[in-house]
């Protein structure tokens, strides 16, 4: 046996016995579930809130178990204390608690990936160990200390290397999940992903350099090293667009995460569907901080004095409302300092009072508390009052009153006296015309001023009310004296109570709440938010903890990050943030990534990317055709070379095809057409039919596949993706993000006038 083969026997029984362990654990973990939920729903409240827990605790244990099984070993470490550590997914203990496997994110385990020749942190030998389900079929050693034996040793044994490993992952086909870098996280990525909870941490970096898969090892790091703190809040992570979301969807809990909430811009407002679009010159608009304003000034404008104000009969008694009461009754709200809808209770109430009192005073004798009553319902049913009150202080929702400024450009102006006419004509839109993205942070801005409807709001809950099992559960909870803890509601613990609760309870109540905040939020592509979007995002995180991950260099919003001082200064002060910057691109070979830089650099783009880390010959083609006629024929034929070159039917390989969206639109049935005649009609169906997000062949403009990758990218007509950009540097923008998404292959199919225009 080969001195190689006798380290990979080696090592598998090491993993062997890991993987043994994990399972012990696994069936330990089932074994108590079913032993809690065999207790049924009996027992004392204390009992049964105690069963509960375990219930829930159990759950949680037993899908970490579970979604940690594929390579779940991945390093080992060897010290000059003559120790060996290996390093791993989650952390594994013998039943006579000794370490088997160390958490990845434990500080014992940070060497792994900051140790160095010249800084040992005290590791003679770094060995990386390549799984395949639980076969180790590979392993790799990198010999910190060169003077000691182990160097010779690797050497002989055929282990010693450099970046295998990484390379490898580099190397391998993309899917439609991206995978983790647990494995292989680089020491400038590791020392940002290890930064404190309480700092706000941007991570500006060029295509390729790993920021995505930072911003998530962080939020996985977090969870480990603060689990009381984030247990309660859960983790936000907010991503560009859903098949973004999908494709990120597998990291954290292939981590051991699961308390976390994906969603987009469009998708953050519980309750409100995004289903139009509008031109980027209006979504700069909308995203003006000055919008925060507008909405603030329509609201108060919905508090006023009636230019007619009715006089009542009640009991034979005159009774006017005055503006003298009305504004008072105003004022008592607005002392209240409660969102619109909340004050206007009090304003009502004040209102009642008032009015009351003035039938007491116009009556000639003690009237009775009875009959106080009376009265006062009386003024409440009657419709002159309730026009009245309604009048001075308008009952609201959000969607009413966006709706209302962009169909009326008159009551817009006196909300935002700084738009012009042109820019009010660019805002008209008439009512159900469909909300927008960039509507969504204005429509959050109007329910936190508002608050919700009363009236629903009290029609909801008396239409639902607590069920029998809920009220069960509350009475368990004041019993124990944790009814206002804040650390379980009644509704929760009804759930566990039921059977009904799973590991994501937090994060369905998340989902739901427009008011819950969040312990740390994860922003990616964070260069095309608008200031109105980070006062969203701002609302849901009162501790200012997180991770803002992008490339200004990719900027393409109008409204977007152009230098991030001119963003975060504003938003956190100079001192309560810290810029970290990625420099080396992982994803595209050296070829790609220089004439991509080039070319920014050229518009006048900020780059921050050093070098790339792999060079592949030929891995840019660019093919020129004399006239329009001839573009799609040529585009298929390299689209078709891609596909046959990259994508398997088992459902590896990408291939993109960005242009802009005309050009996608010829393209569309021609391609089809060609993959049934070149690849055959059951592999044109299994295309076909695969889910948007798992697209192995991608048609996409450039802003839908930011923050993707695929194997190979075939760019059309590069000119017209500039011509037709929304300003000359969000042009460069959308070209730049296009030419570097690829891992192997960028092909550049284009006429000779767009040659002429866009020199590449």
């Known amino acids: 046996m080969s001195d190689y083969a006798s380290q990979i026997e080696e090592e598998q029984a090491h993993v062997d016995a890991i993987y043994n362990r994990l399972d012990d654990l696994a069936a330990q973990t089932k074994s108590r579930l079913h032993g809690v939920r065999a207790q049924g729903g009996k027992g004392s409240p204390t009992h049964m809130a105690e069963r509960d827990s375990f219930n829930a605790m159990y759950e949680d244990r037993l899908t970490q178990l579970r979604a ?59 060995r990386h160990i390549a799984l395949k389900f639980r076969d180790v079929v590979g392993i790799e050693d990198e010999v910190l200390n060169v003077h000691s034996e182990r160097a010779t040793q690797a050497s002989r044994e055929g282990t010693l290397t450099g970046e295998g490993a990484l390379l490898t992952s580099l190397a391998s086909r993309r ?81 051991g995460e699961t308390g976390v909430l994906s969603r987009t811009m469009a998708t953050l407002l519980p309750g409100v569907t995004v289903s139009a679009e509008e031109e980027p010159h209006v979504a700069q608009l909308k995203g ?85 009553d009376q009265v006062r319902e009386s003024l409440r049913m009657d419709q002159a009052v309730q026009r009245t009150l309604n009048l001075a202080w308008l009952p609201l929702t959000a969607q009413w009153l966006l709706e209302t400024l962009w169909a009326r450009p008159q009551r817009l102006k006196r909300a935002a006296p700084w738009l012009s006419d042109e820019q ?76 009904t609760a799973d590991g994501e309870s937090l994060i369905s109540h998340a989902a739901r709440d427009r008011e819950w905040t969040f312990g ?21 995180c009162p501790s200012r903890s997180f991770t803002i991950v992008g490339d200004v260099a990719q900027t393409s919003a109008l409204g977007g990050t152009r230098h991030w001082q001119d963003t975060m200064n504003p938003l956190f002060g100079e001192d309560r943030w810290n810029m970290c910057e990625l420099t080396i691109d992982y994803r595209n070979p050296q070829e790609v990534a220089t004439l ?21 010959p030929d891995s840019v083609r660019r093919v020129t055709v004399e006239n329009s006629n001839d573009l799609v024929p040529s585009a298929l034929t390299q689209i078709i070379e891609m596909v046959k070159r990259y994508v398997s039917d088992d459902g590896t390989g990408r291939v993109a095809v960005i242009a802009d969206t005309s050009i996608l639109t010829l393209l569309r049935q021609p391609l089809w057409k060609a993959i049934r005649e070149q690849l055959g009609e059951q592999e044109e169906q299994r295309l076909r039919n695969q889910d948007d997000w798992d697209d192995q062949i991608d048609l996409i403009d450039p802003h839908g596949s930011k923050g993707l990758e695929y194997d190979a990218v075939v760019v059309i007509e590069p000119g017209l993706i500039e011509e037709n950009g929304a300003s000359r540097l969000s ?13 192997q292959q960028l092909v550049i199919v284009r006429t000779r006038s767009d040659a002429e225009q866009v020199n590449l």
């Open 68 to 126: 940690v099984q594929d390579r779940l070993v991945f390093g080992k470490l060897d010290t000059d204390e003559g120790d060996s550590r290996y390093i791993g997914r989650i952390g594994i203990s013998s039943e006579e608690h000794e370490p088997m496997l160390t958490d990845w994110r434990a500080e014992a385990a940070r060497p792994f990936y900051e140790a160095t020749a010249q800084e040992r942190m005290g590791i003679i030998q770094r």
């Open 175 to 255: 899917t439609g999940f991206m995978t983790d870098i647990v494995a292989t996280i680089q020491a400038e990525q590791d020392r940002i992903i290890r930064q404190p909870l309480n700092q706000v941490v941007v991570v500006q970096g060029g295509p390729g350099t790993g920021k995505t898969a930072v911003a998530l090892h962080r939020a996985a790091y977090l969870l480990y090293t603060h689990r009381e703190r984030l247990a309660h809040s859960g983790v936000l992570i907010v991503g560009p667009s859903s098949n973004f979301l999908h494709y990120i969807g597998q990291v954290l809990p292939s981590l």
């Open 288 to 372: 003006d901080a000055r919008m925060a304003r507008m909405i603030d000034n329509a609201v108060k404008a919905c508090v006023r004095v009636p230019s007619q104000l009715p006089t009542i009969s009640v009991r034979g008694t005159r009774i006017a409302v005055t503006a003298e009461d009305i504004i008072s009754a105003q004022n008592a709200a607005r002392h209240s300092h409660a969102p619109h809808n909340k004050a206007r209770v009090t304003f009502i109430e004040r209102m009642m009072e008032l009015l009351v009192a003035r039938y007491q005073r116009a009556v000639e004798y003690q009237p009775s508390a009875t009959e106080l």
């Open 424 to 499: 009010l004509r660019l805002l008209y839109r008439e009512k159900g015309s469909g909300w927008t993205v960039s509507d969504i942070p204005l429509l959050d801005e109007a329910m936190e001023l508002i608050g919700p409807d009363p009236n629903k709001a009290a029609a909801l809950n008396q239409k639902k009310g607590p069920s029998a099992e809920e009220r069960y559960a509350q009475e368990t909870l004041e019993s124990m004296g944790l009814a206002k803890s804040g650390l379980v509601n009644a509704a929760d613990l009804a759930a566990q109570m039921n059977g």
């Open 520 to 540: 740390h939020i994860v922003v990616d592509e964070a260069q095309e938010l608008s200031a109105m979007d980070w006062r969203m995002l701002l609302r849901r």
């Open 596 to 616: 991509a830089d080039e070319y920014a650099r050229s518009r006048g783009l900020y780059i921050s990317t050093v070098h790339s880390v792999r060079q592949i």
């Open 731 to 743: 042009a460069a923008a959308d070209l730049y993000v296009a030419m570097t998404r690829p891992t």
